[in-house]
Structures are given as C-alpha cells and as structure tokens.
C-alpha cells in the first residue's frame, strides 16, 4: 500500500515564502505530483517530480528526494489567491491504471 | 473545462435512491477515473477505466457501480448501499503515461437527506 502524509494547514503572509513538505512510502515509486484546489473547485495540476532535484515553474518550485521519500512544494511571492489547498500524490510502478493515490491535503491561508 | 465535463454541480437525493452522476471527456484519453472527497481530506479512488468496456474497482468502491460503453463517457451511480453517499464527487482523465497527469472535471456536489 502507499501512505502519503502532509500538514493539515500552515498560515504565511502575503509576499513571503512557504515550504509545503510531503512524505510517502510506497512499493514502486513511479512520480509525484502537487495538485492546487480552491474550496469547492476541482484540483488543478501545478508539477510533476520523478528524478531528484528541483523543478521550477515560476513561483512554484517542486522538490524530490526518493532515497527520502520527500517531496516539498515551495511557494515564493504569496499572493492572497494562493489561499487554497495543496495535495500531493503519487503513482505506484504495480498500481494497474496509472491512477494518483492522493495525500490528506494541506490547506494553506495567506493573510495579508 | 480542461476536456472534461461534469454534471451537474449539485445534486440533491433523497435516502435510498440511486443516483447517477454524469462524466464526458472530448479528448479521445482512454483513461478515466472517479474519486471522492470527503470535507478536508484527500481524494480517494472509487473505480476506474482503461478501455472501452472494462473497468476497475479503487479503494472504496462499495455501494457504486459505472459503466464505461463509450470512451466518452463515464458516469456513475450511487447507490442505495453506499452508507455515507453525501460528498464531492470528482472525475479526472488521464493520457495514459507514466509521468502525465490527472485532469479533473469541476465536480460534482451530492447531498443525501
């Protein structure tokens, strides 16, 4: 099976930076990816890690580390409509159907 | 709407009623996929499908059942026997490969009274 742990929520401040980290374990690892979702909105795709190392896509950076099992999602510059929740998910080499076995989410609230 | 449509948005049932969600994708993505989201947890996977015709069950797919006879469309039904029917129902397709991702419809919203 896979176990995906992340912080419930984390609170940041406008223009500065938050970390979000992300720890799994799982039997075939096979790639990772953050999702963003508004409240009551579907999850919208934001990185995708499947070699270590940093992977940078304008403000978001992405972050893995396999011998880990780790993976962080690095936010700079918050804006108030960063307010939202983040999922991490991963898929597994021996899940049939490529389907994501998704995290808890962490909600993350910018205050002004 | 990212390809995929989900309908409707909200759906309103009562106890003991099947009900039956919508989920169509014009991209030709053989993949597709139901999960649920319960208030401030992640998604789970309900069933899925890789072809035309066949499916699987996820993790939690007790009490619904799909079908997939075109590749279109994959709608799914809540039934009676599902205990705690009322959450938010997400469907997302996939390409196929190993490193691309879910994309979600908009969801929809079921309340069970």
């Known amino acids: 099976g896979q176990n995906i742990d992340q912080p419930t929520e984390m609170t940041a401040t406008e223009g500065a930076i938050v970390q979000i980290n992300c720890t799994y374990q799982?039997?075939?690892?096979?790639?990772l990816f953050w999702y963003q979702q508004h409240a009551g909105e579907a999850p919208t795709f934001l990185s995708y890690?499947?070699?270590?190392g940093l992977e940078e896509k304008g403000r978001f950076s992405s972050f893995l580390s396999r011998s880990k099992g780790y993976s962080y999602l690095l936010l700079k510059e918050l804006q108030m409509k960063d307010s939202a929740s983040y999922l991490c998910?991963?898929?597994?080499?021996?899940?049939?159907?490529?389907?994501?076995?998704f995290g808890g989410g962490t909600r993350l609230m910018v205050k002004p | 709407d990212g390809g995929i449509t989900q309908s409707p948005k909200y759906l309103f049932r009562k106890e003991g009623q099947n009900v039956t969600l919508s989920c169509e994708q014009n991209?030709?993505?053989?993949?597709m996929y139901w999960y649920r989201q319960d208030p401030g947890q992640g998604l789970r996977l309900i069933y899925y499908?890789?072809?035309?015709?066949?499916?699987q069950k996820g993790d939690i797919a007790e009490g619904y059942s799909v079908s997939r006879e075109k590749k279109e469309s994959f709608p799914l039904t809540v039934t009676s026997a599902q205990k705690n029917p009322t959450a938010f129902y997400l469907c997302?397709?996939?390409?196929?490969?190993?490193?691309?991702?879910?994309?979600f419809g908009n969801g929809t919203r079921l309340t069970v009274t």
């Open positions: 998910a991963v898929r597994d080499l021996y899940n049939a159907g490529n389907m994501l076995t």
């Open positions: 799982t039997s075939g690892f096979n790639g």
């Open positions: 890690n499947v070699l270590d």
């Open positions: 991209l030709n993505h053989d993949a």
């Open positions: 499908s890789q072809i035309v015709n066949d499916f």
């Open positions: 997302a397709r996939g390409q196929g490969g190993p490193n691309s991702p879910l994309h």
